[in-house]
């Protein structure tokens, strides 16, 4: 078993920093190792590889992690998210990805005022705005039309925080032009975000792409994770 621990620890960091490197040549941004489905021991590797957030898709199993974890690393939710499922995505986020409806925003509102009353997280909830190119509802995301009024919503609660966009291109698009309309997204609601605001964009296979259009993060899972585990 040990010898198995340390070729993954090995595996882990050379997929890392080819990542890195491509980042870096591409034209430098953050990156957030996607995690899912992997178990919560590759995810303490990474953390000991300089990696201070990862994403997640699920909420169980991102909840899971995050209870052992223990905060180190963060845990960023990337998944869509039931309305239901708020409260708790409230209490373990570090941050939410892919808030879409202005019905999400007051979930998520809620469920982090109860976090914060509880003791459950000590901050405002940092969230993005998901943007879709195609509106295909089983996505995710919000229309182009769609993004100041949740810009203005977000801004306007009280335990929430806006940082910027994310968005995924749909199958088959073009992605550099998709990319390029979520990059005027944020600079559309650039006035209403705390800090630098963040745009999530790019994957394995695009990420280059993603940077060249002003990503200032990139989502990489297979690429230093791997396939998913055979279950």
Do not use: C
């Not at 469920?111 to 509106?135: I, K, N, T, Y």
């Not at 306007?156 to 910027?164: I, Q, S």
């Amino acid at each position: 078993m040990e010898q198995q621990a340390t070729q993954r620890a090995q595996e882990l960091a050379e997929n890392l920093r080819a990542v890195r490197q491509r980042i870096a040549v591409a034209g430098g941004a953050d990156l957030l190792p996607v995690t899912k489905f992997h178990p919560v021991e590759d995810v303490s590797l990474l953390a000991t590889m300089g990696v201070g957030a990862v994403g997640e898709n699920r909420e169980q199993e991102a909840r899971d992690k995050a209870a052992e974890l223990n905060g180190r690393p963060e845990i960023h939710m990337i998944g869509q998210i039931q309305t239901k499922k708020a409260n708790s995505v409230a209490r373990w986020a570090a941050a939410v990805h892919t808030v879409d409806s202005l019905k999400l925003v007051n979930a998520l509102e809620r469920g982090a005022a109860l976090a914060l009353e509880r003791g459950d997280r000590e901050g405002s909830l940092p969230v993005l705005l998901q943007f879709s190119a195609d509106g295909d509802p089983a996505r995710g995301g919000a229309v182009e039309g769609d993004i100041d009024a949740l810009a203005d919503a977000v801004s306007a609660a009280n335990y929430l925080e806006l940082r910027g966009i994310m968005t995924v291109p749909p199958l088959n698009a073009e992605a550099g032009a998709v990319f390029a309309r979520g990059r005027a997204l944020v600079e559309r609601i650039a006035d209403r975000v705390i800090g630098a605001p963040v745009y999530s964009a790019g994957m394995s296979h695009d990420l280059e792409t993603a940077i060249a259009e002003g990503s200032t993060l990139v989502r990489v899972g297979t690429d230093i994770t791997g396939p998913r585990p055979v279950i």
